[in-house]
Nanobody
Framework: QMQLEESGGGLVQPGGSLRLSCAAS????????AAWFRQVPGKEREGVAC????????NYADSVKGRFTISRDNAKNTMYLEIANLKPEDTASYLC?????????????????????WGQGTLVSVSS
């Protein structure tokens, strides 16, 4: 069974940092494109970062460029999201997702591009 499991969320003060993990099981993560999304109740799910199947391409939402870094450890079958200089508006549930891409060197930030498998999310709260 294909599964993704997020971890690493928590309560952080503004200006702090976190590293979120997304562990894949039942499939090989680097055979797929993958992405991180965040969800706030009452708002649309927002794609924040993605990595292509090839690993050569990453894309970021404008709202997080320069602060978020997506990476993948193929040996651990795990994807990461490093978040620096956290802001209160980063408070959300962060979810990872993966799917076969149309092009190996591309990835998308739209939730509709990831129908294959989603994790349950890890909560990040930024507050002083």
């Amino acid at each position: 069974q294909m599964q993704l499991e997020e971890s690493g969320g928590g309560l952080v003060q503004p200006g702090g940092s976190l590293r979120l993990s997304c562990a894949a099981s039942g499939f090989t993560l680097d055979h797929y494109a993958a992405a991180w999304f965040r969800q706030v109740p009452g708002k649309e799910r927002e794609g924040v970062a993605c990595i292509s199947r090839s690993g050569d391409t990453t894309n970021y939402a404008d709202s997080v460029k320069g602060r978020f870094t997506i990476s993948r450890d193929n040996a651990k079958n795990t994807m990461y999201l490093e978040i620096a200089n956290l802001k209160p508006e980063d408070t959300a549930s962060y979810l990872c997702a993966s799917d076969l891409p149309a092009v190996d060197t591309m990835c998308l930030l739209s939730p509709v591009a990831y129908l294959n498998v989603w994790g349950q999310g890890t909560l990040v709260s930024v507050s002083s």
